[in-house]
């Protein structure tokens, strides 16, 4: 981590360039993932198949799948010597996981121009991806074996859509998160946006919500017994006053909240780390006043990011 300053008051409170750092974790927990590779003629029809297949995919909640686009890919990196696109999608099964990338792939990638899609990741447990949307060839189909691994060509009206047979499945961590306080919009959404571009360089990690950011930061159970999640109203401005419990104090009047989903645990730190430096590094006089997390007192999740340990101001983990 870049050499920051750092100061602790009597109680032992942490501050980074100014701005606090709770003494707190952020709860994650298992999940399902893959990564496929979509190519196309142009890098603008591989994007616009990517975002139609990332869409719609913000949290597992209602979802179905966490999905977002990694990064973009230049032709020397694709296995067809196109550009591309590099997505993940995270489910919490693997019925789930296939299902969903199914659907997706059939309907955002096989419907845009030129596209194809290949996997992006060396081994796992193989999950279905051309394998069952061949049958869209109407018996047309043929498929192609290169280096022991199968493809399929479909004809479709532009020529042929190529998929791998199958994409691997690894275990992955979902629900990484960091929360920001600060004194109003304008703050929250300038450290918000700093933080979320550092995250973005990170490999093996995406940030599912709009933009990276989720406004609606949420808590386990709800006093009505059909919801499985609702507002997190601990860190809600407009309730400090109402509230039975707030974790809100001073001139903090704004939380976004960041949540990231990644490959590893590894990656998941990483990109946590990513992120509290970018934001603070903006220095409290930006407006950003604490950095916190979101956690359940470990009921939810085996992964705990604790910040002061990410930041190197605590032991080893």
């Keep these: 981590m870049t050499a920051m300053t750092a100061?602790?008051?009597?109680a032992g409170v942490l501050d980074l360039e100014g701005v606090r750092i709770d003494d707190t974790f952020a709860e994650a927990f298992p999940m399902k993932a893959t990564r496929v590779i979509i190519t196309a003629h142009t890098d603008t029809w591989a994007?616009?198949?990517?975002v139609a297949m990332t869409g719609f995919a913000t949290s597992v909640i209602a979802c179905g799948c966490e999905a977002g686009i990694e990064r973009m890919l230049e032709p020397a990196e694709t296995p067809d010597g196109r550009p591309g696109v590099a997505v993940l999608l995270f489910a919490v099964s693997t019925k789930e996981l296939a299902k969903q990338l199914e659907?997706?792939?059939g309907q955002c990638v096989l419907t845009c121009p030129t596209t194809a899609i290949y996997a992006g990741l060396p081994e796992g447990e193989p999950i279905p991806l051309g394998r069952n949307l061949r049958f869209f060839g109407d018996g047309w189909q043929i498929s192609k074996m290169i280096d022991g691994v199968r493809y399929w060509r479909v004809p479709v009206m532009d020529g042929e859509f190529v998929a791998q047979e199958t994409t691997p499945m690894v275990k992955a961590v979902g629900g990484g998160n960091l929360l920001l306080l600060a004194d109003d919009t304008d703050a929250a959404?300038?450290?918000?946006?700093a933080a979320v571009s550092a995250m973005c360089a990170v490999p093996g990690v995406i940030l599912p919500f709009p933009g990276g950011v989720v406004r609606s930061g949420s808590k386990v159970g709800s006093r009505y017994a059909a919801l499985p999640a609702s507002t997190n109203d601990a860190f809600c401005p407009a309730l400090v006053p109402l509230a039975k419990k707030t974790e809100l104090?001073?001139?903090?009047?704004?939380?976004?909240e960041v949540?990231?989903?990644g490959l590893t645990e590894a990656a998941v730190a990483a990109a946590m780390r990513a992120g509290i430096e970018a934001a603070v590094a903006r220095g409290a006089g930006t407006g950003l006043r604490r950095i916190s997390a979101g956690n359940y007192g470990g009921k939810l999740g085996p992964f705990h990011f604790h910040l002061h340990r990410l930041i190197g101001k605590e032991g080893a983990r």
Excluded: K, P
């Design 103 to 105: 659907r997706r792939v």
């Design 249 to 256: 104090g001073g001139t903090v009047a704004c939380v976004m």
């Design 189 to 193: 959404l300038a450290a918000s946006e």
């Design 7 to 10: 100061t602790r008051d009597a």
């Design 259 to 261: 949540v990231i989903d």
């Design 47 to 50: 994007r616009n198949a990517a």
